[in-house]
């Protein structure tokens, strides 16, 4: 089991930034991935960001705006959300895509708001 806390979200002005954390209860060096995902009021959940040993990957609508990074060492990984949009505001959630016995297994923190106001 990883248990993740989010946490940074906040209300914030359109162009102004936020950093979001995730932590993780165990260590994340194992996962497939990280990533971060949003969800705002009426529609689906949406990919925002992942990290692998082989990179990182960024939705269309955040590319050259928002960024995601990982400390191993703390077992956190980070969202930097820049020149931020009203269109950004949702729900964060931080995800670990892990295999457990040999069966992916995904595991949600429970998501930080995020606000912007124009």
């Known amino acids: 089991q990883v248990q993740l806390v989010e946490s940074g979200g906040g209300l914030v002005q359109a162009g102004g930034s936020l950093r979001l954390s995730c932590a993780a209860s165990?260590?994340?060096?194992?996962?497939?991935?990280m990533g971060w995902y949003r969800q705002a009021p009426g529609k689906q959940r949406e990919l925002v960001a992942t990290?692998?040993?082989?990179?990182?990957h960024y939705a269309d609508a955040v590319k050259g705006r928002f960024t995601i990074s990982r400390d191993g060492a703390k077992n956190t990984v980070y969202l930097q959300m820049n020149s931020l949009k009203p269109e950004d505001t949702a729900v964060y959630y931080c995800?670990?895509?892990?295999?457990?016995?040999?069966?992916?297994?995904?595991?949600w923190g429970q998501g930080t708001q995020v606000t912007v106001s124009s």
């Open positions: 165990r260590s994340i060096f194992s996962a497939n991935a």
């Open positions: 995800n670990a895509a892990m295999v457990r016995l040999g069966v992916p297994v995904d595991y």
């Open positions: 990290i692998t040993r082989d990179g990182t």
